[in-house]
C-alpha cells in the first residue's frame, strides 16, 4: 500500500444541500469492509485529472457501509465534484488527521459551534455524541449561517431540535421575509448559551476569523483554554506530512491536527500569514 | 586507515562498477560543479575549486591537481534519492471506473561519491522527513537504503559556510560508508581512505591497498584543522528556535522583504527542504490521467492557497516561514535543526540575502528589547 495511492469510491448518492453546498455518499469499490474514521477526520478526494482536496468527513462514524462528504463548490475540484452524478467514481485517500477529542470529552457538556461549512466537519460529533448520550452532559449545537437558505442539513437540524436532550440554537448574518429565528452572527449566542463553563469541552470549526471571535467569547464565559478546540484548514497535497504545504508554525495541520485545542495554537491564532 | 594512490582512483570506481553501483559524483556542468553520473576519475573537476560568496559563484583554475579541492555546488544528493519531478502514478478511466497505477521506480543502487560532512547531515535529516514518522516515502527509503556514501572531508571552506555552527563539519564523523581524506603534499597526491560500515568494509576489502602511515595521518589531520581555520561565518544557535519563534511579528520580515525576490533559489539548493507540489496531466480523450510530483517553494503565492486566497501574501511571511521553519520549526518537527551550514541559500540568492544575518538580526533586536527593559 503506497499512501500516496488513491482507493476507487462510487457514488451512491449526490444531493443538493444548499446554492453552493452538496452531500456525496459513498460506497468502497475495493474495500468490503468499508469505511472506519473518527469525528474530525478529513480524506483527501481525487477528481480524475483534476486534482486533489482534503475534505472533512461528515458522515456517522457508527456507520462503516458509507462514506459521506459535503462541501461547498468553490474552487477547481469541488466545481469538479458537484458535477458528480450517482456511480461517479472519485479516488479516495485517507482519513488522515487527529480528531475531536470526543473521549477526552466525556462527563463534560458537549458544546458545538459551527459557522456555515463548518458544521460539516462537526456533524460526525453530533451522530457520536447522541448515540453514546448517557456518557456526556449537556449538548449544545450554537449554528451560524450568512442567510436562512445557508443553514445546512436544515430538515435533519429541524428533525434534531425536536429531541429533549440537545439544544440547538440557529442564528443567519441577514434574515429574510419569513425568518423568525435569531439574527446575528454566532458569537452573540454564546453569552447566554446554557452551559457550565468548568466542565464544557467546545468544538468549534468555521472561518479563522468566526472562531477568534468565538474563542474571546468562550474565554469570557470562563472556559479554559485547553478544552476549547478548533478545526484548522490549510493548502494540503498530501495529507501525510510531505508536501509541507499545511504548516502552521510548528504544526502539520495534515497530521498534528486538524484539530488543536486553543492552548496548543494559541501562540499562533490570529497573527497574520502564518 | 589506508592509502589510495590518485592515479590509481579508477581502482575504487571499477570496484563500485563491479557491484553494480551507479556513480554519482562532482563534474562540470554549464560553469558549476554539479553532481552527475562519473564513468572514471577523469570526469572529476580536477584542478578546478570554487569562488562562493553571497549571490556569486564561479569556478577556477587551482593551483593543483586536486580532486576535490572546492565545497558544494547548486545541487545536493536529493536530486538522486528525492527527484525534482517524480509520477506518483496514472489513473485510467474506463466508462465509469478508474484504475490506478502505481509509478514503479528502478531501485538504482547508487554510490555517491564526494558528500561532504554538511551533506551527509542533510541526508539523516530527510531521513527523518521521509522515514521516521508514521507514513513512509517507501521510493526515498529504498533509494537510500540502497546507496552507498563515500564521503570526503573537505580541504578548503568558502566564506558562506557555516558547518561549524551547525555542528555539521567539516570532518566527517559518522554516517559514510568510505570517508576520503585527499592529500597533495610533495609531489604526493594520494587520498586516506576509511571505512565506516560493513558495506565499506566489502568495497575495502576488494582494493588490497597500504595502511597509512603516521605522517599521512598527520597530514590528514591537518588538512581538516586548516578547512576548520578558513570558516569564517557563523550562526550563534543558543536559544534560536525560542528567539525566532517569540519574534513572529518583528520588523524584520518587513525589512528582509524588500530584498527578498521570493524566487525560491534558496529552496530550490537547499540540501534539506522537502516541500513538494503535485500536477495532473491528462491526455486529450480525457481517459489517461498522470499525477505528477514536483519539488515546491513556501516562497510561491500557490503554496499557501486556499479557497479565496493565499495565506501568506506578503513577500515578508513567506520569507517568515521558510527561515522560522528551517531553524525553529524543524527542532518541534523532526528534533533537528533544518540547516546544515553549507551555505548555499546564501550563495545562489539572486541579491544575497544571508540567512546567518537575518537570524543574527533577530536576536540582536530581542537582546536590545531586553536590555532597554531592564533599564527600564
Not at chain 1, 479516488?91 to 457538556?109: C, L, M, Y
Not at chain 2, 538522486?80 to 538504482?108: R, S, W
Amino acid at each position: 500500500m503506497d499512501v500516496m495511492i488513491p482507493t476507487t469510491y462510487k457514488v451512491q448518492k449526490f444531493f443538493k444541500e444548499t446554492h453552493d453546498t452538496f452531500t456525496i455518499e459513498l460506497k468502497s469499490i475495493e474495500n468490503k469492509n468499508g469505511f472506519s474514521f473518527e469525528p474530525g477526520q478529513f480524506n483527501m478526494i481525487y477528481i480524475f485529472g483534476v486534482g486533489e482536496i482534503p475534505i472533512s468527513i461528515s458522515g456517522d462514524p457508527n456507520k462503516h457501509g458509507v462514506l459521506v462528504h459535503t462541501t461547498r463548490a468553490v474552487g477547481t475540484v469541488t466545481r469538479e465534484m458537484a458535477k458528480l452524478k450517482k456511480d461517479g467514481i472519485v479516488g479516495i485517500r485517507g482519513p488522515f488527521g487527529k480528531p475531536w477529542p470526543i473521549k477526552e470529552a466525556v462527563g463534560n457538556d458537549i458544546l458545538l459551534i459551527a459557522g456555515g461549512i463548518g458544521l460539516a466537519p462537526l456533524r460526525p460529533v453530533i451522530y457520536h455524541v447522541l448515540s453514546h448520550r448517557e456518557y456526556y452532559g449537556k449538548i449544545i449545537l450554537l449554528y451560524g449561517a450568512r442567510t436562512p437558505q445557508d443553514i445546512l442539513y436544515r430538515k435533519e437540524l429541524e428533525r434534531l431540535k425536536s429531541r429533549l436532550d440537545i439544544d440547538i440554537i440557529v442564528t443567519v448574518d441577514r434574515a429574510v421575509k419569513n425568518w423568525t429565528g435569531n439574527v446575528g452572527v454566532v458569537t452573540t449566542l454564546i453569552p447566554r448559551a446554557p452551559f457550565d463553563p468548568i466542565n464544557t469541552t467546545a468544538m468549534i470549526c468555521g472561518p479563522e476569523i468566526m472562531m477568534r471571535y468565538t474563542i474571546v467569547e468562550l474565554l469570557k464565559r470562563g472556559l479554559a483554554k485547553e478544552n476549547i478546540f478548533v478545526s484548522m484548514e490549510r493548502n494540503m497535497k498530501c495529507g501525510v506530512g510531505f508536501c509541507g504545504h499545511c504548516q502552521y508554525g510548528t504544526e502539520f495541520i495534515c497530521k498534528d491536527g486538524p484539530v488543536f485545542s486553543y492552548k496548543e495554537i494559541e501562540h499562533l491564532f490570529g497573527k497574520r500569514e502564518i | 586507515m589506508k592509502i589510495l594512490q590518485a592515479n590509481n582512483f579508477d581502482l575504487l570506481l571499477n570496484i563500485l562498477k563491479e557491484n553494480e553501483y551507479e556513480i554519482i559524483g562532482p563534474t562540470i556542468q554549464n560553469g558549476a560543479i554539479v553532481y552527475d553520473k562519473i564513468e572514471s576519475s577523469r570526469d572529476f573537476p580536477i584542478g578546478y575549486t570554487d569562488k562562493q560568496t553571497p549571490a556569486t559563484y564561479r569556478i577556477e583554475k587551482s593551483n593543483n591537481d586536486a580532486f576535490f579541492h572546492f565545497v558544494v555546488g547548486p545541487q545536493s544528493w536529493k536530486r538522486y534519492l528525492y527527484p525534482p519531478v517524480q509520477k506518483l502514478f496514472t489513473a485510467f478511466l474506463n466508462g465509469n471506473a478508474i484504475k490506478f497505477e502505481k509509478e514503479e521506480f528502478l531501485p538504482i543502487k547508487y554510490a555517491f561519491i564526494g558528500v561532504r560532512s554538511c551533506e551527509i547531515q542533510a541526508i539523516e535529516i530527510q531521513d527523518k522527513v521521509f522515514f521516521g514518522g508514521e507514513f513512509q516515502n517507501n521510493r526515498y527509503k529504498t533509494l537510500r537504503k540502497n546507496s552507498l556514501i563515500i564521503a570526503v572531508n573537505c580541504s578548503k571552506a568558502e566564506s558562506n559556510c557555516f558547518c561549524t555552527s551547525m555542528e555539521s563539519g567539516p570532518e566527517v564523523k559518522s554516517g559514510y560508508d568510505l570517508v576520503l581524506t585527499e592529500i597533495i603534499y610533495d609531489k604526493e597526491h594520494y587520498f586516506l581512505i576509511n571505512s565506516g560500515s560493513q558495506k565499506g568494509d566489502e568495497i575495502l576489502s576488494q582494493m588490497n591497498l597500504l595502511e597509512a602511515d603516521e605522517n599521512a595521518l598527520k597530514l590528514g589531520k591537518d588538512v581538516i584543522e586548516k578547512t576548520k581555520s578558513q570558516i569564517t561565518k557563523h550562526l550563534n544557535i543558543s536559544n534560536l528556535k525560542e528567539l525566532l519563534l517569540k519574534n513572529i511579528e518583528s520588523s524584520i520580515w518587513e525589512d528582509v522583504a524588500k530584498r527578498c525576490l521570493s524566487c525560491g533559489n534558496c529552496t530550490m539548493v537547499c540540501p534539506t527542504c522537502f516541500c513538494m507540489t503535485v500536477e495532473d496531466y491528462t491526455d486529450l480523450q480525457k481517459t489517461k490521467a498522470e499525477r505528477i510530483q514536483k519539488w515546491d517553494s513556501c516562497f510561491t503565492l500557490e503554496y499557501s492557497y486556499i479557497h479565496g486566497g493565499s495565506v501568506r501574501v506578503s513577500v515578508g511571511s513567506r520569507y517568515r516561514q521558510w527561515l522560522t521553519h528551517k531553524l525553529a520549526s524543524w527542532h518541534e518537527q523532526f528534533g533537528t535543526s533544518g540547516c546544515v551550514g553549507c551555505g548555499r541559500c546564501i550563495t545562489w540568492c539572486p541579491v544575497g540575502i544571508d540567512i546567518t544575518e537575518e537570524a543574527s538580526k533577530i536576536r540582536k533586536i530581542s537582546e536590545y528589547q531586553n536590555i532597554s527593559l531592564e533599564e527600564n
